[in-house]
């Protein structure tokens, strides 16, 4: 049974190992069954289940989401966590794998195909936020079969990823989520829910994977460069910002054309376009 949601047995797992926190791998455990169970709920976790949980700490969320699911492969970076998770806090359930590795690093392809028949898996995710954005694109980015992420990080994060444009939260982040995900905010966390406690707020965000594309484009990369380019000095007009960039080699009278093209005024802001008006820009290139 689940055990570690409860604060003073997260204290006896640390204490008995001598635990100390590792700042450089941003460790905040969750101590709050109720988040816990809204995470597991929001996931849409059944028997039928693999799941890919990243970063799992001593074990809290993967005690939950192995009584939830058919299969679960933890991965954990810290070796310092692996004694607790396999000796201790994981030891009494079947269904679980843990790993000592960097996820950035793991064939996470080659894992599903072995684990679940290349079938998608479900991610749930405690996040250090400051390698949140990172991990979540290359799991998009691999073309691993994922049906949904549900991940906490950093409140902010969560709201740009959400973001729509002519909001001052959107931006690069927001499209490159929403390309490949449709997100949702399931709740926020305060900062008492965890140990120790963040100095930041929280969010759990749920990223349901597109089953096709929602936009069409002939050149994702391109289209890339041409979302970047358009937020990295926000406040310039389009055609600025792109014929400014290091990472286009377009002439302006070729950035005009396509503008035109697209229908797209070339003296609006990055910010005013959604994916599909990038997409199009993109393809008129």
């Known amino acids: 049974m689940a055990t570690l949601g409860n604060p003073q047995n997260t204290i006896a797992i640390l204490n008995k190992y001598n635990f100390t926190f590792q700042k450089k791998f941003g460790q905040n455990f969750l101590i709050d ?11 849409h976790i059944s028997k039928e289940d693999f799941v890919l949980e990243i970063g799992p700490g001593i074990g809290t969320m993967t005690q939950y989401l192995c009584e939830a ?21 994981l030891s009494e359930y079947d269904n679980v794998t843990v790993i000592n590795q960097d996820i950035l690093k793991l064939d996470l392809n080659q894992l599903v195909m072995e684990r679940n028949d290349g079938k998608p898996i ?13 991990i979540i694109m290359a799991l998009f980015e691999k073309g691993i079969p994922i049906e949904n ?9 969560a709201q740009r990823m959400q973001a729509g444009p002519g909001s001052k939260e959107y931006g690069a982040l927001s499209l490159a989520v929403q390309y490949y995900a449709e997100p949702y905010i399931v709740a926020n966390v305060p900062a008492n829910c965890f140990m120790p406690r963040p100095t930041v707020g929280s969010a759990v965000i749920q990223l349901k994977r597109h089953t096709t594309p929602c936009v069409i484009v002939k050149d994702e990369k391109l289209m890339f460069q041409l979302i970047r380019a358009s937020f990295n000095q926000r406040r310039k007009t389009l055609l600025n910002g792109l014929n400014n960039s290091a990472e286009l080699s377009f002439s302006k009278e070729e950035i005009l054309a396509a503008f035109e093209k697209a229908g797209i005024s070339p003296t609006t802001r990055g910010e005013a376009l959604t994916l599909e008006e990038f997409a199009k820009l993109a393809n008129s290139f």
């Open 33 to 43: 069954t109720h988040v816990l169970n809204k995470i597991i709920a929001s996931a």
């Open 149 to 157: 992420i549900t991940v906490m990080v950093q409140k902010e994060v």
């Open 122 to 134: 479900k991610v749930v995710a405690n996040l250090p936020y400051y390698i949140t954005t990172p």
């Open 69 to 89: 699911a058919r299969e679960v492969t933890a991965v954990e970076i810290d070796k310092n966590l692996i004694p607790i998770l396999e000796q201790d806090t």
